[in-house]
């Protein structure tokens, strides 16, 4: 995880350049060569600054020298290349792919990163990618459904966290280590499904459990908090109206001295 994060950082102090030589050229191609740009302009990655020389490697300012091996290119990676090529970035995933047994199948029948993910238009994931069509190309459709259930409800507490969140959010509370707590599990729970180990996601659900035990802990804290500044709330403007009436009261005993 730790080396994605370094990345990150690098990469938005040295946001990606909007347009570079290889979206330039490429944007102007007709077929297989200029596809990438278009499919790649909808993905998390373009999302995220990740440009084309960052996958594919070479010079990004130099259109004559673009591709030059000279200057890092990689080019295309061939299917059994693809785990290492996304894992220089994928770390975490590469490593718990690489120890499945779709990773010990790889080149062998077994799927890679671009199989489920696709390559320039890869989203956000979620579990939507597990269906019946996309898993069943390769076994019994039942296996896929099995894990797919084993992951579920943990996926839809991280949801629904997420979600209680956002209105504390808007109400100006400060939940920053909230929500760096659930990124952090969601990120280790979405890992998992890469060992397609159904006793693996439980066990891992588990512990991501824990945290998430830890997260709802704090939202009801910040609840509590609500609560209890709508009774002071409630207290004081009760203190108001109590003056008010106060001052009426005097107001009118005053006057019928007079
Ligand atoms: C001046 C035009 C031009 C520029 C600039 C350019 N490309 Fe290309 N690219 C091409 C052409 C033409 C091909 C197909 C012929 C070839 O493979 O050399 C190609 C092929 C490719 C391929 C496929 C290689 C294969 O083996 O099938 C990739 C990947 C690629 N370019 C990525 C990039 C990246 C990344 C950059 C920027 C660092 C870039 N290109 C810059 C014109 C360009
Ligand atoms: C997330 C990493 C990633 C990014 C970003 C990316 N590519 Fe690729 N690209 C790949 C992979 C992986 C392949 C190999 C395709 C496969 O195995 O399906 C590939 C293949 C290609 C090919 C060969 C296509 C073919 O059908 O033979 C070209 C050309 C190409 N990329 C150009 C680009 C250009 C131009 C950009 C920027 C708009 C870009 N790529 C951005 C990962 C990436
Ligand atoms: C058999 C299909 C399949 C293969 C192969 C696969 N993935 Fe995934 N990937 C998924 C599914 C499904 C999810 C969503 C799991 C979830 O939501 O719990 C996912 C989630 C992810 C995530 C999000 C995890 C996070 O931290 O939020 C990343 C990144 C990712 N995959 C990258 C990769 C890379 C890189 C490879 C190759 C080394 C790869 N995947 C191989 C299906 C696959
Ligand atoms: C140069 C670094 C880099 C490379 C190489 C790379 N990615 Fe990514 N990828 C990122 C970054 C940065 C993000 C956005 C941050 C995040 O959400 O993790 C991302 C996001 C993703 C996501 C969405 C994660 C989520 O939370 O749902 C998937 C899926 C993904 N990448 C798959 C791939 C695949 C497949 C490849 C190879 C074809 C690949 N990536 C290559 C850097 C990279
Ligand atoms: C390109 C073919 C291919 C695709 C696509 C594919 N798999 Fe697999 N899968 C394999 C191979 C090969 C194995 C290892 C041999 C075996 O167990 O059949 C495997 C094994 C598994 C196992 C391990 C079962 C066990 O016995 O522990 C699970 C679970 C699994 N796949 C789930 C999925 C899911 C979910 C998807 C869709 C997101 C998917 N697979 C897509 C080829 C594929």
Redesign the pocket.
């Known amino acids: 995880m730790i080396p994605?994060f370094t990345?990150?950082f690098s990469?938005s102090a040295a946001a990606a350049p909007a347009d570079t030589a290889c979206l330039q050229c490429h944007g102007s191609m007709p077929g297989r060569l200029g596809a990438p740009v278009e499919e790649w302009k909808q993905s998390?990655?373009a999302a995220?600054g990740?440009s084309c020389h960052?996958?594919h490697g070479g010079d990004p300012t130099d259109p004559a020298n673009a591709m030059s091996p000279d200057r890092g290119f990689l080019g295309k990676p061939e299917p059994t290349a693809?785990p290492d090529?996304?894992g220089?970035?994928?770390v975490g995933v590469a490593d718990d792919y690489k120890g499945s047994l779709h990773g010990k199948a790889l080149g062998a029948g077994g799927p890679n990163?671009?199989t489920c993910?696709g390559?320039h238009a890869?989203q956000?994931?979620s579990l939507a990618i597990i269906d019946e069509q996309r898993c069943g190309a390769c076994h019994a459709p039942d296996r896929a459904m099995k894990i797919k259930a084993a992951l579920q409800a943990t996926d839809d507490r991280i949801g629904s966290l997420e979600a209680a969140l956002e209105p504390l959010h808007r109400q100006a509370f400060d939940v920053e280590d909230m929500k760096g707590e659930l990124f952090q599990a969601r990120n280790d729970f979405?890992r998992l499904f890469h060992t397609v180990q159904v006793s693996r996601v439980e066990a891992g659900a588990g512990k991501v459990g824990e945290k998430l035990d830890a997260v709802q802990a704090s939202i009801d804290g910040v609840h509590a908090e609500i609560a209890r500044r709508h009774r002071w709330g409630g207290v004081v403007v009760g203190l108001f109206v109590l003056m008010g009436l106060l001052g009426v009261a005097l107001r009118r005993s005053l006057h019928a001295e007079e």
Do not use: E
């Open positions: 994605l990345l990150l990469l998390v990655h995220n990740i960052d996958c693809v090529f996304c220089r970035c994928h990163c671009v993910h390559n890869v956000r994931a979405h």
